[in-house]
C-alpha cells in the first residue's frame, strides 16, 4: 500500500535540507496535484531520502511514540477487531487492547479519517504509534497469515471451536482406528496447529495440554510465567492428544506409559524444534510440548545480564587451558543459554569445539554439534568416549545425567580440555555435594572444577512504564536493605503499551559464582559440610542469588516482588 504525504510536508522537508527544491518539483510533478499528495513510496524509489529518515521526520513531526510492531505477540480477539483487508488497505494493525482503548501501529500519520472511521465503527478509545512501513507490512502479513501445516494458521479460535463442537461428539471409543480417523480430520489438524502456532507468536517455552473433568486447559510458559489459552471442547480432547503424538510418530494405541517424541514445524524461515512428553494423568494423557526456536541468535554473554564483575570470572575461568565450568540451575533457568554464550565468546577458527547436546538447541557455523540419540545407543557417555578421540579443545556437555558422565567429563577436564555442561541443583555449593553423591572423590572435584555458577532468569521491568517508590520500614527491614544503599528506591510494573500492558519486558539473570580459591579448594579436599564451604564463599566475595537480586531490584532492572518469587528459600548472608 503506497503511503501519502502532502505537499505541505514536501516543504518542510526542504526547509530542514532533507530535500533540494528540485527533488520537490519532481516529486509533486509525479504525485497527484489535483490532491496536492505524494506518495511516500516515491522518496523512496528515487533515493532521495530513506525510509528511516522519512519515518524520523513525520515522527518529529507528529509526536507518535516509535513502535516495532513485528516484537508483538498479538491475541486472537485483538486481531480480529480489524480485518485482514481493512489492516492492509489502511495500512494499520491492532496491538492490544485495555479496558477501552485499543492501541494500533500506523505507518502514515496523515491517515487521520481511517482511525476517525475505525474509532465510531469499534466504538472504543485508539492510542495510535507510528512504525516503519516496512514493519508494519511484515506484521501485517505474520499475523494475519493463512496456511498449511508447514506454515501454521492463524484462525478464529472460537470459530473454529464452534465447528468441532458441532461436529464432534463426546469420545467414548477405545477403538483405535476410529482414534487414528479422528486425528486425521481437518478441525482436530486445525486446533492442534492453532494451539502450537499461537505458543510460538508468544515466544513460549512450554505448551501445555491438560485433560480434566469437563475440559481440557492449554497454558503456555511465557517469560516463566503460565498463561491460559482458550480451550477447546472436552469432546475433541483424545483426538487432540492423538494428533500430537502422531506428529510426534508415538504410539497412540499405548496410554498407560508415558512416550517421548518430536517433530519440527517451520513459520516463514523460522524452525522451531518441538519436543513432546505424554503421561497418563486422571482424566486422560498429560502433553508438554517444549518449543525450541533454532532460528533464535546466538546470544552475547554481556546481555544476558551479568554484571561487569561477574563477566570478568567468567571470562577469566573460560579462558583457561583446560578445568570444567558447571551451570547449574533448575529446567528454564537459561543454563544453555549461558553455554552457548560462553562457546560464542570463545569460538575461533583455532579452536576445535565439539559439543553433544540432547538436541541441538542453537546451530552455531564452525562448531561440530552430535545430537544425541538414546534409540541407537548414542548416549552422552558413548559420544563423550568418541569425541576424546577427536583431540578437541573444548567440549560442551549439554547435561551431566548420570555418573559415567560426569566421571568421564571429569577426566577430560584433568587431560589438557576445557570442558562446559550443566547440572540440575538448586545452587552452586550443592553441586559440590551432588558430585560426591555421584561417586566422585573430592580430589578430583578439587582439581578439575574451575568454576560453578547458579542461575534463575526474573522478568524485566518494561523501562518505558516503570515507576519508582520508596520501600516501607518494614520491607527494609525483612530484606536487609539498609546493607545494599543508602538511599533505597524500588521500582514497581504498570504496563503501557511496549509491555502490551504487562509491565514487564523480557529476563535477565540472577547468578551465583562459586570460584574455586586455595582456600575452597582446600576445603572439599577436607571434605568439610557445604555450609562452611558456603560462609567461606561469601567471605570471599560471592553473591547469592537473593542477593544478586536485590541489587537488581534496587537498579530498576526488576521488582522486589519477582526477585522473591524466584528466590524462594534463599538467603542473604550476613
Keep these: 500500500m503506497e503511503q501519502l504525504l502532502n505537499k505541505k510536508l514536501i516543504i518542510k522537508m526542504v526547509g530542514k535540507g532533507l530535500l533540494q527544491e528540485k527533488d520537490m518539483e519532481v516529486l509533486l510533478a509525479l504525485g497527484d496535484k489535483h490532491k496536492e499528495v505524494i506518495y511516500f513510496d516515491l522518496i523512496i524509489q528515487k533515493k532521495l531520502l530513506s525510509e528511516e529518515e522519512v519515518f524520523n521526520f513525520l515522527k518529529e513531526e507528529y509526536g507518535y511514540p516509535i513502535v516495532d510492531p513485528t516484537s508483538f505477540t498479538i491475541t486472537s480477539d485483538v486481531l480480529n477487531l480489524i480485518e485482514k483487508e481493512v489492516a492492509q488497505q489502511k495500512q494499520i494493525l491492532p ?26 465503527k469499534l466504538r472504543l478509545k485508539l492510542d495510535v504509534m507510528l512504525s516503519l512501513p516496512s514493519k508494519l507490512e511484515e506484521a501485517i502479513e505474520v499475523n494475519y497469515s493463512q496456511s498449511t501445516h508447514s506454515e501454521l494458521p492463524q484462525e478464529n479460535i472460537e470459530e473454529l471451536f464452534d465447528v468441532v463442537e458441532s461436529e464432534e461428539d463426546e469420545f467414548t471409543s477405545e477403538d483405535i482406528a476410529e482414534l487414528m480417523q479422528k486425528a486425521s480430520e481437518t ?24 485433560p480434566w473433568e469437563k475440559k481440557v486447559r492449554i497454558r503456555c510458559r511465557v517469560d516463566g510465567i503460565l498463561e491460559e489459552l482458550k480451550s477447546p471442547p472436552k469432546s475433541i480432547g483424545n ?13 497412540i494405541a499405548e496410554r498407560r506409559i508415558p512416550q517421548d517424541g518430536r517433530f519440527k514445524v517451520k513459520i516463514k524461515q523460522r524452525e522451531v524444534d518441538v519436543r513432546v512428553s505424554v503421561i497418563p494423568s486422571t482424566y486422560g494423557e498429560k502433553v508438554c510440548l517444549r518449543l525450541l526456536d533454532k532460528s533464535v541468535n546466538i546470544p552475547n554473554l554481556n546481555k544476558l545480564g551479568f554484571v561487569e564483575s561477574e563477566l570478568q570470572q567468567i571470562s577469566d575461568a573460560i579462558t583457561k587451558p583446560h578445568g570444567m565450568i558447571l551451570i547449574t540451575g533448575p529446567t528454564g533457568s537459561g ?18 569445539i565439539t559439543t553433544v547436546e540432547d538436541p541441538v538447541e542453537y546451530q552455531m557455523n564452525g562448531i561440530n554439534q552430535v545430537n544425541v540419540n538414546e534409540g541407537i545407543d548414542l548416549t552422552f557417555s558413548s559420544a563423550l568416549r568418541s569425541i576424546l578421540r577427536q583431540d578437541p579443545d573444548i567440549i560442551m556437555i549439554g547435561e551431566i545425567r548420570d ?19 550443566t547440572l540440575h541443583t538448586n545452587d552452586s555449593i550443592s553441586s559440590l555435594v551432588r558430585m560426591t553423591n555421584m561417586g566422585i572423590e573430592p580430589f578430583l572435584i578439587s582439581s578439575s572444577v574451575l568454576m560453578i555458577t547458579a542461575q534463575r532468569l526474573v522478568r524485566k521491568l518494561c523501562s518505558q512504564c516503570r515507576e519508582a517508590y520508596e520501600p516501607d520500614l518494614e520491607t527494609v527491614k525483612r530484606y536487609e536493605l539498609k546493607q545494599f544503599k543508602s538511599e533505597l528506591k524500588l521500582y514497581k510494573p504498570i504496563g503501557c503499551a511496549f509491555c502490551s500492558g504487562k509491565g514487564y519486558q523480557g529476563r535477565t539473570l540472577l547468578t551465583e559464582i562459586l570460584k574455586l580459591s586455595p582456600e575452597i579448594r582446600a576445603l572439599i579436599l577436607k571434605g568439610v559440610s557445604q555450609d562452611i564451604i558456603k560462609k567461606r564463599a561469601f567471605v570471599e566475595g560471592m553473591k547469592s542469588l537473593r542477593k544478586s537480586g536485590i541489587y ?8 522486589l516482588e519477582e526477585v522473591i518469587r524466584v528466590t524462594a528459600g534463599d538467603f542473604i548472608p550476613d
Design 335 to 352: 543454563k544453555s543459554t549461558t553455554l552457548y554464550a560462553m562457546l560464542n565468546m570463545l569460538h575461533s577458527p583455532e579452536k576445535n
Design 95 to 120: 496491538l492490544f487492547k485495555i479496558d477501552n482503548t485499543l492501541t494500533v501501529a500506523i505507518s502514515n500519520p496523515m491517515s487521520v479519517v481511517g482511525l476517525d472511521d475505525l474509532r465510531l
Design 403 to 421: 555418573a559415567e558422565t560426569l566421571d568421564i567429563a571429569i577426566k577430560a577436564a584433568l587431560t589438557g580440555h576445557l570442558v562446559l555442561t
Design 187 to 210: 478441525p482436530v489438524i486445525k486446533v492442534a496447529n492453532l494451539l502450537i502456532g499461537e505458543a510460538i507468536k508468544k515466544k513460549a517455552s512450554d505448551l501445555f495440554i491438560e
Design 552 to 559: 537488581k531490584a534496587l537498579s530498576g532492572d526488576t521488582s
Design 239 to 251: 483426538a487432540l492428544v492423538s494428533r500430537i503424538k502422531v506428529m510426534s510418530q508415538l504410539n
